[in-house]
C-alpha cells in the first residue's frame, strides 16, 4: 500500500507479493512524495472550528470491487508521510483525519494496502474501478455520502500528485490511494500508487 516507514506498509514480506494488475497511468505531475508512500506536503481538507459536533467516518464500500471496510483512523508520521494500517488490519481500509469530513468542501483521503503476507488486502481491485462507479462512506452518525468515481490513475511514487490529492477544493472529493505496479525487492515497496478521484453523486 501506502508506507509510512521502509519496514512495514506496501510490503509482503521474505515472501512472494500478490502481484497487482496494472491499472490506467496518467496522472497530473506535481511535487513527488517520499519513494514508500505518501507525503502529504499541503494542508488538507477545511477543517472550520465549530460547537457542532463533526461526524467522523467509520467505513467506506465500493461494490463494483467487494468492498466493504471500517475506517480506521490515519494520522501523518513524524517522517511526513501517510500513516497505514498496521499489516495485520490488511483488510481494513483507513480515513486520513487531518482531511475533509466525507461531504464537507476539500479533499477526504481514504487508503488501504493492495495486499499483505497473507495475500490480497482491502484495496487490491482498486485499480479495477472506472469512471462512474460508485463509492459509499458511512458516518457515525448514520448517513451516508456517495461519490461517483471521475477518474482512476497509476503513477510511480517518485512523480506522486500531491497537490491533486491533498490540495484545497471548493467543494466535496474522495481520493482513495493504495500500491501498485512492481514491487521492488530490494526494497521491500510497490514502485507505485493507485489514485482513485471521486466527486459528490
Known amino acids: 500500500m501506502v508506507a509510512a516507514s521502509p519496514d512495514t506498509a506496501g510490503t509482503t514480506g521474505p515472501a ?24 502529504p506536503s499541503v494542508a488538507v481538507g ?3 472550528a465549530s460547537a457542532e459536533r463533526t461526524p467522523v467516518p ?10 466493504s471496510s471500517s ?5 501523518i508520521a513524524a517522517d511526513g508521510a501517510l500513516q497505514v494500517p498496521d499489516l495485520g488490519e490488511a483488510q481494513s481500509a483507513g480515513w486520513l483525519t487531518t482531511s475533509a469530513v466525507p461531504g464537507r468542501p476539500g479533499p477526504s483521503v481514504i487508503a488501504g494496502h493492495v495486499d ?15 469512471p462512474g462507479d460508485q463509492v459509499d462512506v458511512q458516518l457515525d452518525d448514520g448517513s ?10 497509476r503513477v510511480s511514487k517518485d512523480a506522486f500528485p500531491t497537490a491533486e490529492v491533498y490540495g484545497p477544493r471548493p467543494g466535496p472529493v474522495l481520493r482513495l ?4 505496479g512492481a514491487f521492488d525487492r530490494a ?5 507505485d500508487n493507485v489514485i482513485v478521484f471521486a466527486s459528490l453523486r
Open 177 to 180: 490511494l493504495t500500491c501498485g
Open 46 to 48: 477545511a477543517r472550520g
Open 71 to 75: 475506517l480506521l483512523p490515519l494520522g
Open 16 to 39: 512472494a507479493p500478490v502481484a497487482a494488475p496494472a491499472a490506467a497511468s496518467g496522472a497530473p505531475s506535481a511535487p513527488a512524495a517520499t519513494r514508500e508512500g505518501f507525503a
Open 116 to 130: 499483505s503476507r497473507s495475500g490480497p488486502a482491502v484495496f487490491f481491485r482498486l485499480h479495477e474501478l472506472v
Open 144 to 153: 451516508t455520502v456517495t461519490y461517483s468515481v471521475d477518474d482512476v490513475v
Open 58 to 67: 467509520v467505513g467506506v464500500s465500493v461494490p463494483r470491487i467487494g468492498v
Open 187 to 191: 526494497t521491500g515497496h510497490y514502485e
